[in-house]
Every structure is written in C-alpha cells, then in structure tokens.
C-alpha cells in the first residue's frame, strides 16, 4: 500500500504519524539490517508530504548502504509526552531518482527543508503501521492500534 493510499484510508490515523514524526526535534529512529543480518538504529529526519513519506540520506551513510542493500525499513517515533504516544511505520524503501518526489518535497516546505544534490532519496512505503497511546506506564493490551 502507498502512503497516499494509506492516509486516504486511514485519515486520522495518518495525521497522527504526520505530528509525531515531526516533533519538535525532528528526528524519528530508522532500523535498517545491516550487512551481516544484525540491526542497526539511525536518527533521521522524516520528511511528509500529504502523499508520501521519504528520508534524505548522505552518500556515505551506513543507512543509504543497507537500504540498497535490503530495503526493508522500520521507522519509530520518539515517544512524545503528555500522553507517552509513540508511532511506527514498517515496509519496504525505494531509491527514488526522479526530479517529481524532490519537488514535491521542496512544494511542501517541510521545516525549510532544502535536498542537496548529494542526498540519496528514499520513499518509504508502509506495510505495517502502529500508533501506541501508553496507559499507566505501559502499552495498551494488544500492543496499540497495528494496522497491516
């Protein structure tokens, strides 16, 4: 499923991702699987558009080397306080040379974002979501609100 496709669905549930994944700070935590099947954790700053989520990575990046490599991602927001919510995205990312996915970034204005040549994009196209609203001190029973 494409994320357009995705937030079409699932409109609020999409809005939520969109707010978390771009606190304050900016940084979400991608996992990647490194060469030898171990995974690996990177900040990154996610960038949203109404119909797609990309990362921006540098040439030498250990991320941009795993994803060519096994495109399979996960994306984790960091939990954000009142409420202790938190949000995931697992799927699959594709190398996007096209100059359509940096314009539409750049219409976007995403936090006065501005994509270097150098930078490799990605689109990341979601499998798996999940937004988790923590109770007491602990997830909800059944792990949040998944949808795959």
């Known amino acids: 499923m494409t994320w357009e496709r995705f937030a079409a669905a699932e409109p609020s549930l999409a809005a939520t991702a969109a707010r978390l994944f771009t606190e304050e700070h ?6 990647t699987i490194a060469a030898d099947g171990s995974p690996r954790v990177h ?3 996610p960038l949203l558009t109404p119909t797609s989520v990309y990362v921006a990575l540098t040439e030498t990046s250990y991320k941009l080397r795993d994803l060519r490599r096994d495109p399979r991602f996960a994306l984790h927001s960091s939990v954000r306080p009142p409420l202790d919510e938190e949000f995931s995205v697992r799927g699959v990312a594709r190398e996007l040379a096209d100059e359509r ?3 539409e970034i ?4 995403l936090g006065g974002v501005e994509l270097a040549d150098r930078m490799v994009l ?9 937004w988790t609203v923590w109770e007491d001190g602990a997830p909800p029973p059944g792990g949040g609100g998944a949808r795959g």
């Open 101 to 103: 996915s940096r314009t």
């Open 122 to 130: 990605f689109g990341l196209t979601p499998q798996r979501v999940s």
């Open 26 to 31: 900016g940084y979400a935590f991608l996992s």
């Open 106 to 109: 750049g219409a976007a204005r």
């Open 43 to 45: 900040p990154v700053a």
